[in-house]
């Protein structure tokens, strides 16, 4: 703590562990914690107010996120690897061959951009909540198998 805290200074945090488990820090959540009280998206600091609190659960925060999407990452390479494996040892002329893909308009999109989606998947939308002036509205389908997920949206033709 500077000596001049809380009266004129905020405290600095810093994350003196390398590691989260398993996975190395990298340098964005290591600045993250730096800044938390200097950045409009860390914690508000002002002059003689106590703050230490408020700034470590806002190190905690950012770190469960981090490491959550570390293992969500690491998840996710597995699951790339177990279907590649799994085509790798099914005979070609035994693979499930996947529906003929059309393009869909996101209407939603900032810019025109299309998504590939198979023609059988049904989109089920729940009706919108709004929250502190801000509409969120779920969208869920139903898979059968993880190669079915698209994530590569295409950009409309002419950008």
């Not at 914690?43 to 107010?49: I, K, Y």
């Not at 509409?135 to 033709?157: D, E, N």
Request: proline residues 8%; hydrophobic residues 35%; negative net charge.
């Amino acid at each position: 703590m500077p000596p001049s805290y809380p009266a004129t200074s905020p405290p600095q945090l810093q994350l003196l562990s390398k590691y989260i488990g398993p996975y190395g820090v990298d340098s964005g959540l290591f600045g993250s914690i730096l800044r938390t009280f200097l950045s409009v998206n860390g914690v508000e600091w002002n002059a003689d107010t106590v703050c230490v609190f408020d700034g470590l659960q806002n190190v905690v925060e950012l770190c469960v996120a981090w490491y959550e999407d570390r293992l969500s990452q690491e998840k996710v390479g597995g699951l790339i690897r177990e279907d590649a494996k799994d085509r790798a040892s099914t005979p070609a002329n035994q693979r499930s061959s996947v529906e003929p893909m059309q393009n869909v308009l996101i209407t939603e999109a900032p810019t025109d951009v299309f998504a590939v989606m198979p023609d059988d998947i049904q989109i089920v939308e729940s009706e919108p909540i709004t929250d502190r002036k801000s509409t969120f509205v779920g969208r869920a389908c139903q898979i059968s198998h993880p190669s079915q997920v698209y994530s590569k949206i295409l950009a409309s033709p002419g950008s």
